[in-house]
């Protein structure tokens, strides 16, 4: 229980009684200390939060306003909480004037009377202030205790993370060496109306290379703290909620970033290593090697997605800075997900319905990932080219599946993939000719292509004679450097023909 106005006026130990109004906010407002001073301006010796005890020898019976007002408002403005002013001392009771002062500057104005000893009240306030701190401590002890156990826990890191958001009921961003927030499944995040307003902190943090905390006053007083040392920074712990944390809170969020510093440093090497071990289980599901891979993995990695699932391709992969630290924290289950480095991409296995994590991965990043599915009994290295053309044709930032690929068919692919630019490559020889001619041999081309090189229909089609048609084909074909006698020549003139733009 924090000391408060409330809580003294409330115990009746001592005669005083408000003589302004006090809404909520002014009862609750916790009482760092209590001072006394009749000074006129005491503020030298106070701090925001004390309440400041006077026999009002600074005042005469009726004191002038202006001296009385100017007073009030530089305690109130100095983060004072109140003003105990004693009678029957000094005063008989308290000036008018300074009665009005403090509803004027919503300072809160009690008065103390029977002459009740001040340090009979410093005294009160100073051991509720004392047992706090005890309660406190005992708190951030257990706190430290259940933080302990959570290291140790087989996921150590996300348990210690998930209990420090319990405990101070606080939300909490691991971010990583370069200032990308990572995904904790779980784990509550920071609001969207201070999330952008903490990345730039945390990224402001980081360029300065060196261990350092702070404090984000905008944010509610969100903490930021870097973790790792100074030549060596492994990413920032970022903790905020409706207030500032206080200290037994910040010293917890310290426990917290040694912890993850040891967790982070010990999970890197091992990681390390299991890294190889996944690299290897996904080279012998490509091999065709499926039996082994899965007892491999079953009995070093804690398994793989049973088929049907998934099979992603994160294209360029191992240049995205802290990209294989996020899989590797995401990946806590790698029967549901599987990810192992293959070249320059990520390789990633996943069950079904999992698949909205790895695009969500993919928007966050600005990754080009590609997937496909893949079933029981189907060949991977089949089903992973078909995710790598889906991520080579994925934009940075999307997802892309191969059904969708595949479902617009090859010739709206290459149209995509810019079929429209070789093409006209192609035809470029017919735009020496004049528009007439160059336009009644496209003509006669296609007429001829869509009989299937059928020279009577397609010349009908024309409304001329087939020796025609076989001398415009035949110009046609010296023009291009084309031998249409060949079913090569023919796909590549039709496929000029359909992907040049229109005249």
């Known amino acids: 229980m924090p000391a408060t106005l409330r809580v003294l006026l409330d115990d009746g130990s001592f005669p005083v009684r408000s003589l302004t109004g006090l809404d909520d906010d002014a009862l609750d407002l916790p009482l760092s200390w209590v001072h006394s001073s009749d000074l006129l301006d005491p503020t030298p010796w106070l701090e925001s939060g004390n309440l400041l005890l006077t026999n009002g020898a600074q005042f005469s019976d009726d004191p002038d306003a202006e001296t009385v007002a100017a007073y009030c408002r530089r305690l109130r403005a100095h983060g004072v909480v109140g003003v105990g002013f004693a009678t029957d001392i000094i005063h008989a009771r308290v000036p008018a004037a300074v009665v009005r002062a403090g509803e004027a500057a919503g300072l809160p104005i009690v008065e103390i009377a029977g002459r009740a000893p001040f340090i009979g009240i410093i005294r009160f306030v100073a051991d509720i202030l004392a047992a706090e701190r005890a309660a406190r401590f005992s708190w951030l002890l257990d706190a430290q205790r259940a933080v302990a156990r959570a290291a140790v826990r087989d996921d150590g890191l996300r348990e210690i993370l998930h209990t420090l958001s319990r405990l101070l009921g606080a939300w909490v961003d691991l971010y990583d060496a370069v200032g990308g927030r990572l995904a904790l499944p779980g784990l509550r995040s920071a609001p969207d109306d201070v999330e952008g307003e903490v990345g730039r902190e945390v990224r402001r943090l980081l360029e300065r290379r060196t261990a350092a905390s702070l404090v984000i006053p905008s944010a509610n007083g969100a903490l930021l703290q870097t973790i790792g040392q100074s030549s060596r920074l492994r990413g920032v712990l970022a903790v905020g909620g409706p207030e500032p944390l206080d200290p037994a809170g910040r010293d917890l969020v310290a426990t917290v970033v040694a912890l993850a510093s040891i967790a982070l440093e010990q999970q890197r090497n091992l990681q390390t290593s299991m890294r190889g071990v996944r690299a290897g289980v996904v080279d012998m599901l490509v091999a065709g090697q499926e039996d082994t891979a899965r007892r491999v993995a079953a009995s070093s990695l804690g398994g793989l997605p049973a088929a049907p699932h998934l099979v992603g391709v994160v294209r360029d992969a191992a240049a995205v800075p802290g990209l294989l630290d996020e899989l590797d924290l995401v990946s806590s289950d790698p029967q549901r997900l599987f990810s192992a480095e293959r070249g320059d991409d990520v390789i990633v296995l996943l069950a079904e319905g999992a698949g909205d ?23 991977l290295a089949s089903t992973l080219r078909h995710a790598e053309q889906a991520a080579r044709d994925a934009a940075p930032g999307h997802l892309r599946a191969y059904a969708e690929l595949a479902g617009r068919g090859l010739v709206e692919a ?29 003509a006669s081309a296609r007429a001829w292509l869509e009989a299937n090189g059928a020279w009577d229909p397609a010349a009908r089609g ?10 415009r084909m035949a110009h046609l074909e010296q023009l291009l450097q084309l031998d249409l006698s060949s079913f090569a020549a023919r796909a590549e003139l039709w496929a000029a023909l359909e992907f040049a733009d229109p005249e």
């Not at 994590?357 to 060949?379: C, F, K």
């Not at 993939?417 to 001619?437: C, D, H, I, N």
């Not at 024309?462 to 001398?471: D, P, S």
């Open 357 to 379: 994590a790895l695009a969500a991965l993919a928007e966050r990043r600005g990754l080009a990932v590609g997937t496909a599915r893949h079933g029981a009994g189907e060949a």
């Open 414 to 442: 290459l149209r995509e993939r810019g079929g429209s630019v070789l093409a006209r490559t192609v035809l470029q020889p017919l735009e020496a000719l004049p528009v007439e001619e160059r336009e009644r041999l496209r």
């Open 462 to 471: 024309l409304g001329i004679h087939r020796h025609t048609l076989r001398a």
